[in-house]
């Protein structure tokens, strides 16, 4: 989610960034930022653009930065409520933009996030890459009602970075904030979540077992179920 941005547009790539790890929950609620030093050089960008990109997400309520030996960027856990607008969008479908812009979403989704788990199987994961799968899978299936989307993304993601293209997760992680838009207008569905925890364990267990064609099964059913929800609830 840190990698480099481009120059040219390196304010607003910034904030797109910071914006994507907070929404998603790849920094959840209430912990910090990498620190300032750490995070330019890691986005590649001077601390200047960096401060001003953190004022950005201050004014907007995402963060808070405090001061002194504790101090930090912290991620408030107040976030804008479903359907509330949002002055970063960094994709006119983020808010929903009605059925057209929903099925362009998942269809996206379907190839990116399907092709994604294909290429995780196929490699040879390092142990780090397949402890910190297994710990997301044991967080998305065992987090609160409250904190479900967060850690859903997180495990999501995971996958892609699995998939060895840092390209692709950054296309995943902007879809997502698509699909995550249209999902905040739907209620939750007990029976849906706990189908959504057994396809996840299944994606997670053909990753590791190096089982292309059942990562890709198991992923395909996993989105076709979700966007199945989203059709019914929004047409």
Do not use: K, W
Not at 152 to 179: I, K, N, Q
């Amino acid at each position: 989610m840190f990698r480099p941005v481009r120059a040219g547009n390196a304010f607003e790539e910034t904030v797109e960034r910071l914006l994507q790890a907070v929404r998603l929950g790849v920094v959840p609620a209430g912990e910090r930022l990498p620190a300032e030093r750490e995070l330019a050089a890691r986005l590649g960008v001077s601390r200047v653009t960096l401060r001003e990109a953190i004022r950005s997400l201050a004014g907007a309520g995402l963060v808070e930065v405090r001061r002194g030996r504790a101090g930090g960027t912290f991620v408030l856990a107040d976030r804008a409520p479903p359907g509330a607008p949002d002055p970063f969008a960094a994709d006119p479908f983020a808010a929903g933009a009605g059925p057209a812009a929903l099925r362009d979403a998942l269809r996206l989704r379907r190839v990116l996030e399907v092709g994604a788990v294909e290429l995780a199987a196929e490699r040879t994961l390092a142990a780090d890459e397949r402890d910190g799968l297994r710990h997301r899978l044991e967080v998305a299936t065992g987090t609160a009602l409250t904190e479900h989307r967060a850690a859903d993304s997180r495990l999501h993601l995971a996958l892609a970075e699995a998939a060895g293209s840092p390209s692709l997760v950054t296309a995943v992680a902007e879809v997502r904030m698509r699909v995550n838009a249209s999902l905040d207008r739907i209620p939750f569905l007990p029976p849906n979540l706990e189908n959504s925890h057994a396809q996840h364990r299944e994606v997670v267990a053909a990753v590791l077992a190096g089982d292309p064609a059942a990562a890709r099964a198991a992923m395909r059913d996993h989105l076709d179920a979700t966007a199945a929800l989203l059709r019914g609830f929004l047409g």
